[in-house]
């Protein structure tokens, strides 16, 4: 537990010099591109640890500097300042100019304008009035230099997708100025794709192809952090000056060490400092316990505009994990209830995570007030934390009419076109809702009993042949052939005891999964979406689409779904040995012999194979890990959970770039720094599950020592060692045959290659899982020679690298699946063994 310390306003300012200290940066990041510009001065100027080059003489081949007029204050008048050197210097532009930057990489960059108005000669800065624009957005928009009473810094994250950046000041009637200019990029995954919307609570997909403005970044508790401690140089503010009643909330920090963990927050996401000190709840002080209040903070917005909330948590205060629970509001809306910081990191403290949440422009006021409150759960201690909070503004779409950040007003050309586009759109809209509605009325005069199907597939009425009885409707059509059978809710009510809680059989990030019979005596697995899950619709629709048009004998099959009372359900094919993890580790179940496990690994890869080689463009499942692979009642393996999935890159390209998802341990870590997806980013999972298969131990688990904590990292030193013998399971490591053992490690060491084009395909990862297993089967013949090896001769025992997968390998298995295969090519008819039984037996 780390130790922590409570201070309070009145403590010592030698505290916080020394606190700010512990903590002062030491760089993990290195930027590819660095532009620091002291504009208007003829010579470079160091600000803390970062130079800054003077453009009056700059001859950079990758920076290029406007003509303009270079001025110059007194040193006493910009003495007061953080950074002072940058702002007693300017350069005054009357015409329109720009400066040129040459990008090296391509990606999210922060661009940071510096300015203060000083009077020069006869150049009076706070007279200009001026717009900020990039080649694609306008930065600032009537830009007014008498709103400037001191040093002003104006940030903004752009993606920059093109080899360079124009910067242009466009004067509106006398003048433009700048003081200083940073163009430096970050990481891509600084900002993710998605977040959770506040009014009402759902996802928002799209944020990385957004710009942001940068309107507040507060420290919560002291000090303030400077550039020089922050990993990419951001200045966060102390949050005394936005508290509404400091009495009732202490300021905590602690001094021992974080754990930041893959797949949460990193010290790019906010530097150490920030996650080391807090503003905690003073209801946890003995004196004031069961108060109950929240404590909040306020800040001012501009009305209009859509704004992204990103706060910053780390549990600094508690002694053991769940003890820290607790409510977050953002205005008058609830965000997180019931909040427990060690549910998301694996029940560890002092690890750093954030949570991102958007507010939409309708609900965007003048003030805004976040708060943290005790969670109304009983014998719970009123109690709360924050660590940081960081609030960007940005318009929600993204193009060359974007004006992210300006003052004034903000009509444009662009603005007025769309106002008018989005006019006649609605007119339509409206049109054809009035007609969808009396059409709706006709039908449902017609018949009441015939279902509308779940649209997957954008089908329309002309493009679905819908068969109805008094029983059960069956939907057919689309380009795919996809099928999908509609449960009423009371029949999903009835099969599973109206979601008896003692039926439950797992519990995941979409919701619970309960046991379940249908009328006719089919036994199902009902998972049912969560209301206040992450996920959602997306997930819930990806799944239908999905295991509508798949059929292979190691993919569980969708039985069918319900979207009835806004429920979100999905029923699946009953597997009675439940989930692979069951079987290896904390469930006390009967262990699986190497051979069980061998077979298993081999019927996931078949499965994961068919996924990335059985249409056109592959299926990568993007959560491949134990939990989601389940065993029949012959333990036999089928893959599950396609909530995440999604289709691989166009033939002509390499990648997908996508946000990144998947569960923490598994993630391949290349498709984590990139965000580049690609079918080898399921073969790194699949290697991870390997290990799990063989040590039969948690991928993470944070009670053991450090080197020992993830799996991944542990077990490749003693692959590598060439002694994983030692980390085997102690209940089967007697029955391995060594051979066996050593391609089973091969295959799992090729698996989790840091690059992704060194992994093997699923089809070799197959193969090599089939001759291991052959390996472990092996007899000798009368001379003592084993029969793998005598075909192998030849092949030097058969080197994976040089020896191609037999061609038989490649197949489905059996010829039942080779039938199988070619009724899938067959429209409307892909999932009919499926729903065979289901079309007569199940009613509305």
């Known amino acids: 537990m780390p130790e922590r310390v409570c201070y309070t306003k009145a403590s010592s300012f030698l505290t916080l010099v020394l606190i700010s200290l512990l903590y002062t940066c030491s760089r993990s990041f290195t930027p590819t591109d660095n532009y620091l510009v002291n504009c208007g001065s003829s010579g470079n100027t160091l600000v803390g640890t970062r130079l800054f080059v003077g453009d009056a003489n700059l001859t950079s081949k990758t920076l290029s500097a406007p003509k303009g007029i270079i001025a110059n204050t007194t040193t006493n008048s ?44 006869n150049y009076d800065l706070s007279t200009a009035k001026f717009n900020v624009s990039t080649q694609d957005i306008t930065l600032l928009a009537s830009f007014d230099g008498k709103n400037i009473s001191g040093p002003m810094l104006k940030e903004y994250l752009v993606n920059i997708t093109r080899g360079s950046l124009t910067l242009s000041f466009v004067p509106f009637s006398n003048l433009a100025f700048v003081n200083a200019i940073e163009v430096v990029s970050v990481p891509d995954n600084l900002i993710l794709d998605s977040a959770q919307t506040i009014n009402p609570l759902s996802q ?112 600094i205060v508690s002694k053991s994990a769940g003890q820290l629970i607790f409510d977050v509001y953002v205005g008058p809306w609830a965000v997180l209830t019931d909040f427990e910081l060690s549910s998301l990191t694996y029940n560890s403290l002092a690890t750093p995570l954030f949570e991102d949440f958007i507010l939409s422009a309708k609900d965007s006021t003048s003030k805004l007030s976040i708060s943290i409150g005790p969670s109304k759960i009983v014998n ?24 992210v950040g300006h003052e004034g007003s903000r009509i444009s050309l662009g603005a007025v076109l769309g106002i008018v586009g989005a006019g006649v759109i609605l007119l339509v809209v409206i049109v054809v809702m009035l007609g969808a509605i009396r059409k709706r009325r006709l039908e449902k005069q017609r018949s009441s009993k015939i279902w509308t199907p779940f649209s997957v597939n954008g089908l329309t009425n002309s493009q679905s042949l819908t068969r109805s009885s008094n029983a059960t409707t069956l939907t057919l059509g689309g380009q795919n052939g996809s099928l999908g059978y509609r449960f009423g809710f009371s029949v999903l009510l009835e ?32 998972k049912r979406g969560n209301t206040k899950s992450h996920q959602g619709i ?78 056109a463009k592959a299926i990568i499942h993007r959560d491949v890990k134990s939990a989601n692979i389940l065993l029949d009642e012959n333990l036999m393996a089928k893959v599950a959970d396609f909530g995440l999935s999604k289709t691989g890159p166009e033939l002509d390209q390499t990648h997908v770039s996508t946000a ?78 060594p051979d066996s053992l050593r391609k089973f490690g091969e295959t799992a060491e090729k698996c989790l290659a840091d690059n992704g084009s060194e992994r093997p ?36 025992e058969l080197e994976p690298d040089l020896v191609p997968p037999p061609a038989e390998s490649l197949d489905l298995d059996t010829e039942e699946e080779e039938d199988d295969a070619k009724l899938n090519d067959i429209p409307d008819v892909s999932m009919r063994r499926v729903f065979s039984q289901l079309i007569k037996h199940e009613g509305r």
């Open 78 to 121: 910009v003495a007061s300042f953080d950074s002072p050197s940058l702002y007693q210097t300017a350069r005054i532009f009357t015409n329109p100019s720009s400066y040129s930057f040459q990008i090296q990489q391509q990606g999210r960059h922060f661009i940071r304008l510096h300015f203060y108005p000083f009077v020069y000669q």
């Open 538 to 615: 997306n997930e819930f629709r990806t799944e239908i689409e999905l295991l509508s048009r798949l059929r292979h004998r190691h993919l569980v099959s969708l039985v069918g779904y319900c979207d009835e009372r806004n429920e979100m359900i999905l029923v699946y094919e009953y597997m009675e040995n439940g989930t692979l993890k069951s079987h290896l580790y904390g469930s006390g179940l009967p262990f699986l012999t190497w051979k069980q496990r061998l077979e298993i690994c081999i019927g996931s890869a078949r499965g994961l194979h068919y996924l990335h080689t059985g249409f």
């Open 660 to 737: 990144v998802k998947g569960s923490f341990g598994y993630l391949d870590p290349e498709y984590f720094r990139r965000q580049q997806l690609t079918e080898k980013s399921d073969v790194y999972s699949f290697g991870v599950v390997l290990l799990e298969v063989l040590c039969a131990r948690p991928v993470i688990d944070p009670t053991l020592p450090k080197d020992m904590v993830n799996l991944a990292e542990w077990a490749m030193k003693y692959i590598r060692k060439r002694e994983l013998i030692q980390i085997v399971d102690p209940k089967i490591a007697a029955s391995i045959r």
């Open 761 to 796: 395909n699923m089809g070799d990862v197959l193969w090599h899982l089939e001759y291991a297993l052959q390996l472990q089967d092996v007899e000798l013949d009368e001379s003592g020679v084993n029969s793998i090896k005598l075909i192998a001769g030849a092949s030097h």
């Open 380 to 403: 719970v201690q009123p109690d709360g934390i924050l660590n940081g909070l960081e609030i960007f503004k940005f318009d929600g779409i993204s193009g060359t009419s974007t004006i």
């Open 204 to 315: 928002y997909n799209g944020l990385s192809g957004q710009a942001f403005e940068t309107v507040y970044r507060v420290n919560m508790g002291i000090p303030k952090v400077t550039p020089d401690n922050d990993t990419l140089w951001r200045t966060w503010v102390p949050d005394m000056g936005f508290l509404q009643n400091q009495d009732l909330t202490q300021w905590v920090s602690t001094d021992s060490k974080l754990h930041f963990v893959e797949g949460l927050a990193t010290q790019e996401s906010a530097p150490s400092i920030v996650y080391s000190t807090a503003t905690e709840l003073a209801s946890s002080n003995t004196s004031t316990v069961g108060a109950k209040f929240n404590m909040t903070w306020q800040f001012d917005l501009q009305e209009g505009y859509t704004y992204m909330l990103r706060f910053h948590f780390c549990d």
């Open 495 to 526: 099969a599973t005891n109206h979601f008896d809680e003692n039926w439950v059989i797992g519990v995941g990030g979409f919701g619970k999964v309960y046991k379940g019979t249908l009328r006719d005596g089919t036994r199902v697995a009902v």
